[in-house]
């Protein structure tokens, strides 16, 4: 997989050199590449922001630079696609349907990233992600890449951050662990909460048995294994129904019509 990382902080992304992530790159299973809006300006100040149109706090990403630096990742990844829709005919009989990158656009305005977002991702060859500062991108932008790009306005929860790099980093980790062979035991990922039928994990020990006056469930140390994955069902069931009900709801609707 190849991601490019846009953003006038690309030392932001310097964490994704490090543990897992940092290592698949050192493998070849994933090469990442950031990009500097700024180095697509003219002036001497190197200008990516501007006051919005039609007034309003704040400054705007100017559209420029940033569909400068989308272009220098087309043509680095194969120029024929900054065509629009280019290739299509010919790689069909090859690749299947030719598949333009992924441009996600990361705001709180965006469809929200989830588990089945990171998995489909995970899929893909090629992703962009465009991390805007100051009140957002300008939506031509968005606009105009539709026709080299498949664009994903995307949000990691409801709430606000300055900017988007931090919600690229939790997007291109979350993705990035699903590669095959990122992660050593690639088990762990069928378990953990949110993947499979969506509900939370449960609560995990290790030694001493005894620790602090708080002790390991006796069940986990009797070796009987099928009455440590019912105790786990159970618990994950219990720790969804208090701390999710909104995952727990779906849940139930869904084993609902399972059994019908
Ligand atoms: Cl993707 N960007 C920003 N700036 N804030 C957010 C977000 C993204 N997701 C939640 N809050």
Same mark, same amino acid.
């Given at each position: 997989?190849?991601?490019?990382?846009?953003?006038?902080?690309?030392?932001?992304?310097?964490?994704?050199?490090?543990?897992?992530?940092?290592?698949?790159? =050192?493998?070849?299973?994933?090469?990442?590449?950031?990009?500097?809006?700024?180095?697509?300006?003219?002036?001497?100040?190197?200008?990516?922001?501007?006051?919005?149109?039609?007034?309003?706090?704040?400054?705007?990403?100017?559209?420029?630079?940033?569909?400068?630096?989308?272009?220098?990742?087309?043509?680095?990844?194969?120029?024929?696609?900054?065509?629009?829709?280019?290739?299509?005919?010919?790689?069909?009989?090859?690749?299947?349907?030719?598949?333009?990158?992924?441009?996600?656009?990361?705001?709180?305005?965006?469809?929200?990233?989830? =588990?089945?977002?990171?998995? !489909?991702?995970?899929?893909?060859?090629?992703?962009?992600?465009?991390?805007?500062?100051?009140?957002?991108?300008?939506?031509?932008?968005?606009?105009?890449?539709?026709?080299?790009?498949?664009?994903?306005?995307?949000?990691?929860?409801?709430?606000?951050?300055?900017?988007?790099?931090?919600?690229?980093?939790?997007?291109?980790?979350?993705?990035?662990?699903?590669?095959?062979?990122?992660?050593?035991?690639?088990?762990?990922?069928?378990?953990?909460?949110?993947?499979?039928?969506?509900?939370?994990?449960?609560?995990?020990?290790?030694?001493?048995?005894?620790?602090?006056?708080?002790?390991?469930?006796?069940?986990?140390?009797?070796?009987?294994?099928?009455?440590?994955?019912?105790?786990?069902?159970?618990?994950?069931?219990?720790?969804?129904?208090?701390?999710?009900?909104?995952?727990?709801?779906?849940?139930?609707?869904?084993?609902?019509? !399972?059994?019908?």
């Amino acid at each position: 997989m190849r991601i490019d990382l846009l953003s006038i902080f690309p030392e932001f992304f310097d964490v994704l050199d490090l543990s897992l992530i940092g290592r698949a790159q =050192q493998d070849g299973l994933l090469e990442v590449n950031r990009i500097q809006p700024r180095d697509f300006t003219t002036d001497k100040h190197r200008t990516v922001d501007s006051p919005p149109a039609g007034g309003g706090a704040g400054m705007v990403m100017k559209p420029e630079p940033i569909a400068q630096a989308l272009e220098s990742v087309l043509q680095a990844s194969g120029g024929d696609a900054v065509e629009p829709h280019a290739g299509e005919s010919d790689s069909a009989a090859d690749s299947g349907p030719s598949q333009r990158p992924v441009l996600i656009i990361p705001t709180p305005s965006g469809e929200l990233f989830t =588990q089945r977002a990171a998995e !489909e991702l995970a899929q893909r060859d090629h992703l962009v992600f465009a991390a805007g500062r100051f009140e957002g991108i300008d939506q031509r932008v968005s606009d105009w890449a539709q026709d080299h790009f498949e664009v994903r306005p995307m949000s990691i929860g409801d709430y606000v951050l300055n900017g988007g790099e931090a919600a690229v980093v939790v997007m291109a980790e979350a993705i990035t662990r699903l590669i095959p062979g990122v992660i050593g035991n690639p088990e762990s990922l069928d378990e953990e909460s949110h993947a499979g039928d969506g509900l939370l994990e449960y609560p995990v020990y290790t030694k001493p048995a005894q620790w602090r006056g708080h002790e390991t469930p006796q069940i986990l140390l009797s070796g009987d294994h099928a009455k440590i994955a019912a105790w786990r069902r159970e618990q994950q069931e219990l720790r969804t129904r208090k701390g999710r009900p909104d995952i727990w709801a779906r849940h139930v609707v869904a084993q609902e019509r !399972e059994s019908r």
